[in-house]
């Protein structure tokens, strides 16, 4: 065969690839992908003062309480939400599985708006009593895989009360576990409005690292946007990439305020919204810029609490007409707050805020209706991919595409970290358990080639 015609030498196109390999090593630093560790589904806020080693046990049962009541079976549920009538029996099986398991994936022991401004001594007694209870739950094992405080705001009246009360929570927290953490441990930083606030509270975690002795990056950190100064910077350019960078590696994840971002913007409070174009439009920039940074990402909640307009009096009970009234009143909140949730999955926010235990049946109920949807096509193109790329790996081929692969994987381990899914329905892409619990779409491959080798 007679040789294709160039023009450009080997050594030519040596010298104009050279500088490709700095470009892409830099890229695979700024963005090495989603973490492979769980993201919880949801952040459960609370205030601090009533934080107990229990909580997590008792919003259970609330929890189930109100779906028993409200939707006390698979139909009701599935008319209440528009479920899928082929799913609604599955769906409610395992939310209710989910709840009796599970209830609260992640908690956040709130010194901010759900605790409010207190004296010193009472936010100090505060801060080390929930400390204590969260040491208890830890010895007991009654705490949600994940859990932190958010602290209030480094504004110049109280930044010197926010690191305060870090300090003692966490110092008397390793005091009490011997200088153990519970997994998942992080601290939120709310209304952000410039990078000094994020390298301050960064530099405190490190300060008190150093002081128990512990690994650096061990104490990780949250950012709120819920600020305008949080998605653009004075200077006009996306401030987040400027935030996450102010955290020295620290900062696991960006959670959207609804309500605070929507007042910035002067949304009145009739149309303040989880749907709201606003918080859409911040999503968007959040979602750009931060994407394959490894900062995960979580929506604000829906502050319509699905409780009932008449309680009766004691020795009393309510009429028909009371509650018929209390449950579509509650069925409406469950509508609004599922249709938030469906809402936010759409967009790729895979994580959310609820402030009610009667907000967590229809959490579970959004996510499983979403991801078992999507299950017969998901599995088929995570198979066929896996397929291909095992191929054009097996014949030498350089495969640029892994992040896709990852994402695909992501899929399905969240909805079976979640509960959404078994460990049959993922073996159904392929895949085995083995390879799976690696969590890793490179991995996979890497196996894969070895074995066939």
């Known amino acids: 065969m007679k040789p294709a015609k160039r023009s450009l030498s080997p050594a030519a196109t040596k010298g104009l690839l050279r500088p490709l390999a700095k470009a892409w090593k830099n890229y695979t630093t700024a963005f090495p992908g989603d973490p492979e560790e769980r993201q919880p589904v949801h952040s459960v806020y609370g205030g601090a003062h009533l934080f107990k080693a229990d909580t997590a046990k008792r919003l259970s049962e609330l929890s189930l309480k109100a779906l028993h009541e409200s939707t006390p079976d698979a139909a009701s549920l599935g008319s209440t939400l528009n479920l899928d009538p082929r799913l609604a029996d599955t769906i409610y099986d395992r939310v209710v599985r989910k709840l009796e398991r599970e209830a609260v994936e992640d908690f956040r022991i709130d010194f901010e708006d759900g605790y409010g401004n207190r004296p010193d001594e009472e936010e100090d007694a505060h801060a080390s009593l929930a400390a204590e209870e969260v040491a208890k739950g830890h010895s007991q094992g009654s705490l949600p895989p994940f859990i932190g ?24 927290l390793l005091a009490r576990t011997k200088n153990r953490l519970p997994a998942g441990f992080v601290v939120t930083l709310p209304k952000i409005v410039a990078k000094e606030q994020v ?9 008190l690292e150093k002081a128990h002795r512990l690994k650096t990056g061990t104490l990780r950190m949250e950012l709120m946007v819920e600020t305008t100064q949080s998605v653009f910077s004075p200077s006009g350019e996306v401030a987040l990439p400027q935030l996450i960078k102010a955290g020295a590696g620290r900062v696991r994840g960006a959670h959207l305020g609804t309500y605070d971002y929507t007042a910035g913007c002067n949304i009145t409070a009739q149309y303040q919204s989880m749907t709201h174009p606003a918080c859409d439009f911040a999503k968007h920039v959040m979602q750009v810029s931060l994407a394959a940074t490894g900062v995960t990402l979580s929506d604000g909640a829906t502050n319509v609490m699905p409780v009932a307009p008449h309680k009766a009096a004691a020795g009393q009970s309510l009429s028909a007409e009371q509650k018929a009234e209390n449950r579509e ?3 409406r909140v469950f509508r609004l707050h599922y249709e938030h949730v469906r809402h936010s999955l759409r967009q790729g926010y895979y994580q959310g805020w609820d402030l009610h235990p009667a907000q967590l049946p229809t959490r579970y109920a959004a996510v499983y209706a979403f991801f078992l949807e999507g299950l017969d096509p998901s599995s088929a193109r995570l198979r066929n991919f896996i397929e291909r790329a095992a191929q054009a790996t097996l014949q030498g081929e350089v495969f640029d595409d892994a992040a896709t692969g990852q994402g695909l994987l992501n899929y399905f381990l969240r909805a079976l970290n979640c509960g959404a899914i078994g460990m049959g329905e993922i073996e159904a892409t392929g895949l085995t358990v083995a390879e799976i619990q690696t969590r890793s779409f490179a991995q996979i491959l890497k196996g894969r080639r070895a074995r066939a080798k």
């Open 149 to 172: 405080i958010r602290i209030k705001p480094l504004t110049a009246e109280l930044a010197a009360r926010s690191l305060r009360t870090t300090d003692i929570f966490i110092s008397t």
């Open 199 to 207: 390298q301050i509270t960064a530099k405190a975690l490190a300060a």
């Open 329 to 331: 009143a509650v069925h």
